[in-house]
């Protein structure tokens, strides 16, 4: 099954308390590249997310975004500063008493003072965290690798297609090849008779000559090694895990064998077929550099 490299996937969940968002989205690269952004609370789950991740993606540039947010007040608390509460009282009372002003001092003006209240955060079991955490994670890459593979089989679907024009277009090429060095023969042939008009022609030279083209020309090599490349293309295409790298490899030697015959055949026909060829190649490279 092939997979594409672009993908994006999203998780939400309200687990012990805590409402947990996982975004993962990726675009193409050569290898596995990963970066993050998480609340600063759960910078120390970021190595272990990324080995999630690595896991299930091979090749991609992947971007994880993760919210964490309390729904309930279990892990907060609010303290009162007691002695800095009374210093507060005490200091207002003296001015009161030395300025002749009313002392009206109330619990809730107290407390607007500077480090009067305090919010403690009780202290977090890490290992927790990371199950609630890794659990809305893995939702995540699901969906995202769900995304993955629906766009990889669109993508498999249309080299597929590519491929079998390629196919069609190497019948042509062979079918021009075989009757190219007949058409040599004879145009050889008519040529000494022109200009040797009535004196003999040797046979054996003709034939030699002939043989000499069809060396150099032929490409049955070519295409036996194109269709072979194309039937592993598909056995492939048809294989699970990571395949990008074998295609790309695949369709270099695609490529090799085209400029071959395009390089041996100086027939106008073929090589337009040629330029045909090339053109399904290139198309298939593009499609490829998105399979991961």
Known sequence: MALSMTGYGRAEAVVNGRDITVEIKSVNSRYFEYSSRIPRSCAFLDDRLKKRLSTAISRGKVELNMQLQNVSAQDTAVEADLPLAASYRDALALLSAELGLKNDVTAGMVARFPDVLAVRHAAVDEEQLWQDVS?????????????????????????????????????TVEEGSAGRVEAYTKKLYARLQTLLQDQNIDEARLLTEAAIFADKTAVDEETVRLRSHIAQYREILGSGGPVGRKLDFLTQELNRETNTIGSKCQDLAITRVVVDIKAEIEKIREQIQNIE
């Open 135 to 171: 659990a809305v994670c893995d939702a995540a890459v699901e969906n995202f690798v769900q995304m993955r593979a629906a766009e990889g089989e669109k993508l498999k679907e249309d080299i597929l297609g590519r491929l079998s024009t390629i196919e069609q277009a190497v019948g």
